[in-house]
């Protein structure tokens, strides 16, 4: 069953992001590919994600497709003017792609090529409408299109540290959903009990949410997202659990395996993002029961 179709019907959704190498050597990431066939929904493909130069998502997403594995494409304003976004838009769905995600993309300052000059055409609920436009067989300028693309659409949610930030980003999901969104990825989720306190809000939104589930890789990187990362709600009991594991790398593809299983009663899909190790996905996958 397609992810388009999982989404209509109600069926829990499990895609996993992979990142596309920076150089041409595809090997590692068709390997991870196969890993996972069978296992997940669907790969999300980031278009250069946190500014670093790499292969350009919509390769990435013909390279899950030949894999035989649904691919789901990263969409951002920032690299592309309004032409250059409904060309590649438009060339994704002539190579099979079908599914893409507007994304908030990271500043140039914190990548690889920060002299680079971000272009930010358009915003994403301007670009939400472009690609309904698109769906609708017209181009920005309101030209004809000789046939029509069609895809399922969805946004994303940033981070909030508190009630008035989450109200500002749901307030904003919904110009996003009025413009064509068609489900929302929440950021990661790592207190089951405090996001479930969040759900109405989010169910309110009247379409499926997808959350994401983040792999920790260490008590490092626990304690900065703890202390950096606005509403991530990483506890002290969860830092201490890593770090008292006899075996911390495992104890943190555990603690995902539990997210993903935890959220199937709460959201209708996770969006796991292991940054890295790709490879270990499959273990994830089976702490998750999945």
Not at 34 to 39: A, D, T, V
Not at 84 to 106: K, P, R, T, Y
Not at 134 to 146: R, Y
Not at 201 to 227: C, D, H, M, Q, W
Request: charged share 25%; net charge negative.
């Amino acid at each position: 069953m397609s992810f388009q179709k999982r989404l209509i019907s109600g069926e829990f959704v499990v895609l996993a992001e992979m990142n596309t190498p920076k150089g041409v050597d595809i090997s590692e990431l068709v390997t991870n590919a196969r890993r996972i066939k069978g296992r997940v929904d669907a790969v999300i493909v980031p278009d250069m994600d946190n500014g670093i130069m790499r292969m350009s998502a919509l390769a990435g997403g013909v390279l899950m497709q030949q894999q035989g594995v649904e691919a789901i494409i990263h969409v951002y304003c920032r690299d592309r003017n309004r032409m250059a976004l409904q060309g590649d838009i438009l060339a994704a769905h002539v190579l099979g792609i079908q599914n893409l995600v507007v994304v908030h993309s990271e500043e140039m300052a914190k990548g690889d090529h920060q002299d680079s000059k971000p272009v930010n055409d358009l915003d994403e609920v301007e670009l939400l409408g472009a690609i309904q436009s698109l769906q609708e067989g017209k181009d920005m300028a309101g030209f004809d299109l000789t046939g029509k693309p069609a895809f399922t659409v969805g946004c994303t949610i940033a981070p909030s540290g508190d009630d008035a930030a989450l109200e500002k980003e749901l307030s904003l999901a919904r110009k996003k959903i009025e413009a064509g969104a068609q489900f929302v990825i929440t950021p990661p989720v790592f207190d089951l009990d405090h996001f479930s306190s969040n759900m109405n809000s989010f169910k309110e939104l009247g379409v499926p949410i997808l959350s994401t589930v983040f792999l920790i890789k260490s008590v490092g990187i626990a304690r900065y997202l703890a202390n950096y990362e606005p509403g991530a709600h990483i506890s002290d009991d969860l830092i201490k659990r890593i770090r008292k594991a006899s075996d911390t790398e495992m104890e943190c593809l555990r603690i995902a395996g539990e997210t993903v299983a935890g959220l199937r009663n709460i959201v209708q899909g996770v969006h796991i993002i292991t940054l890295g190790w790709e490879y270990r996905l499959p273990e994830i996958l089976d702490y998750a029961g999945m």
